[in-house]
Structures are given as C-alpha cells and as structure tokens.
C-alpha cells in the first residue's frame, strides 16, 4: 500500500480482465484475440513476462489457481456453452470437464478440496459445489452438488463473488427490487385566466 500504481501488461494486444493470482506470484488474466475469442494468459509477476497458456476457438475465461498452485480451473464454450474445466499448471496434462449442464465463475476452497461455481437458474443463480480428489493419472471429480440458488450479481467478467477461508460462507452481490414510484397526479385549475388577472391585472408595474 506504499508504492504507486505500476503497468505490468500492455494492454496493446486487447481488453484483458486479471482473475487470479498464484502462490508463486504468477497472474491468470483473459485476454481478448480477433481469431481466437477470449484466452487465458498468464504474467509471471517476478520475470515481468506475459506468456499465452489456453488459445482455442471457444471463449476462455475466469481462471483460477488452485491453492498449492498446481492446477488451473477455468471455464471454456468448447462444448457450445460454458462449462467449468481443471488442468494441471503449467502443464502438461490433459483437461478435465467438471460440471454438468453448464457452469460458470469457479472458485476454490483453501483446503482446495472443492470445486465451487455457478450456473443460471430460474430465481437468477444456482451455486455448485464438487469434491475434486487427485489422481494418479490427473484428478476426478464428484456429483455435483447444489449448495442454494436466489437473485444475485451478474459474473461478468470477472468472478463477482467469493468463498471464506472456511469454505462455509459465501460474499456475493445482490440487486434490491427498486423502491415504489409515487403515482402520477395531473391538476386541474379552473377559472385559470380570471385568477390570473386578478393576480397580475393590465397595466400593473412589472
């Protein structure tokens, strides 16, 4: 909080949104690309370098390190709609489809245990919760669990809410109902022109 702001990217290359940030002091940010739509980059905060780690044809977005900072959940239109994908970082190794039926803004829990995101529901968002359990061959994921749904903030296009270190309590945005309008009136004034001249007659000093 004592130094001055300081530019760490260019912002030349398009509209980029930083997302997470590593335990090594790397940054996952969305960068956009006039053939490739959104990507994840990442910048290595200690080398000052900006280097490009998922460029496809889908949309990328909202990546987010796992706490030890060995995996990568992100969400991806690979499948036609948004769906919530892990892989190891910085790689190699394959992706891994988490969700079911659309999922989006994933987050960890500190223990880096669960998974949680968000999916659209009928009340505004539902969020989602899933064990995730290293591997042998990578790391498996379990049934998807609804935690609550209700009216909250938009998650674009960063994530617009956060898990405690707890992993029991949830920060988030909700919009109020706007207040009541009062009604309109009309008033009607009758006589109006012999008010008028009574108030202002002919010849009176302006």
Do not use: C, H
């Not at 980059?41 to 280097?51: G, I, P």
């Not at 989006?104 to 245990?113: E, L």
Request: aromatic share 8%; hydrophobic share 35%; no cysteine.
């Amino acid at each position: 909080g004592t130094g001055s702001a300081e530019q760490v990217e260019s912002t030349a290359r398009g509209v980029q949104s930083p997302s997470s940030w590593s335990i090594d002091d790397k940054i996952a940010f969305v960068q956009s690309g006039e053939k490739t739509g959104n990507d994840v980059w990442v910048f290595d905060a200690r080398a000052r370098k900006a280097t490009a780690l998922i460029q496809t044809e889908a949309n990328e977005g909202f990546p987010a390190f796992s706490p030890d900072g060995k995996w990568l959940a992100y969400v991806s239109t690979l499948s036609g709609g948004p769906e919530v994908y892990v892989q190891p970082y910085p790689g190699p190794g394959q992706r891994v489809l988490v969700s079911n039926g659309g999922g989006n803004a994933p987050a960890w829990t500190t223990d880096g245990r669960e998974l949680v995101y968000v999916t659209q529901a009928t009340s505004g968002l539902r969020m989602m919760a899933e064990k995730i359990t290293p591997t042998a061959n990578g790391l498996s994921a379990s049934v998807p669990q609804k935690l609550f749904e209700g009216q909250y903030g938009s998650t674009t296009p960063v994530r617009g809410w956060d898990v405690t270190a707890d992993g029991r309590r949830f920060l988030m945005i909700r919009g109020l109902e706007a207040p009541p309008q009062p009604p309109s009136q009309m008033i009607l004034v009758q006589n109006f022109g012999e008010e008028l001249k009574r108030r202002a007659p002919a010849g009176a000093a302006k």
